[in-house]
């Protein structure tokens, strides 16, 4: 009798609204083909473990997960194998234990669902160690190249959407200005599209430098026309306006952005007089239930992945392009990192819209 093809799939970096959409989609799949599918626990600490931490995945386990935020294979943004920190202090390279784990799970290929951090360490062990790989793009950041949307993005606009409207209630209801930090690491694109959909009045994204007075005056011009309130969404990134960045190490020794928005509320009212106030959205636009278009999203990615492995098409990144799936190869994915476009459609409608996002070149 010949053996059902296995194939891992593993969710890495930090959790995001679709990726269950994406295991199930390719459990699914997979009665199709005859493969048999095992989930990894954790990213690549389940290889890692021995005995490995990998399940099968039936379709009982998958049914009505579309629906759950989180993963239900879990997931961690640290531990790289390639640099692992020990509990006693040293940094090991432990790649070739987890490459070892595929291999004894028996493996034939896997999906690895992650940024563009985590396809870099998935794609350099599959390199190492003779894995056949195809990659999902997720990330509430939408920073991954070469596709027009990663999953998780969506989920995230729309909680930071609702944070606005809530947000603008108050605003209105006090006459005060309300400062939202967004996620979004070292892009702006949370920032930028929740701050068109929910009517913002400045939008600051790591991309574009900003003067506080600039951004000052606009909130001013906005009071003498007679509003009384005005919204300002402000990406993590985004570095003091002498371009330091705001920092901060935990007691675990891990460095996090937080701080700006905190900074720009400061810079508001002590310059204006204005009374203004902050609120940090943070991990809240990662969980809970996932957008209609996330489920879509990952869907689409979870059958395309699986048709990527029967096809034997590997090194491979599903992505959307031009309101189709296709697939690049992951190198190329990695190396293009996505920012704002400065020349893009978003800026543009930000500034006919008349939206102060800093200063950008005539
Ligand atoms: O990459 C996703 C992301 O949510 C970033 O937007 C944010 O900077 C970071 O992860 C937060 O990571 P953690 O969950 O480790 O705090």
Redesign the pocket.
Known sequence: MTRHKRVGILTS??D?GGLNAVTRAVVRRARDYGFDIYGIKDSTMGLLSRPIDAEVLDLKRVSGILRYGGTILGTI??NNPFAFPMADGRVLDRSEEVIEGYHQLGLDALIGIG?DGSLAILNKLAEQGNWQLVGVPK???NDVGTTEHSIGFHTALSIAVEALDRLTYTAISHSRVMVLEV???DAGHIAMSAGIAGGAHVILVPEIPYSIDNLCSKLLDRKARGNNFSIVVVA?AVKTETGEPLLYTNSLG?T??GGIGQYIGNEISSRTGIETRVSTLG?L??GGTPSALDRLLGSAFGVAALDLVAQDKFGRMVAWQNRRVVDVPIAEAIAQYRSVEIDGALVETALGLNTYIGELEK
């Open positions: 970096g930090g995001c943004n640290k940024g990330t509430i950041d996620m979004g690491r993590e891990q996090l952005y991990h636009q990662r």
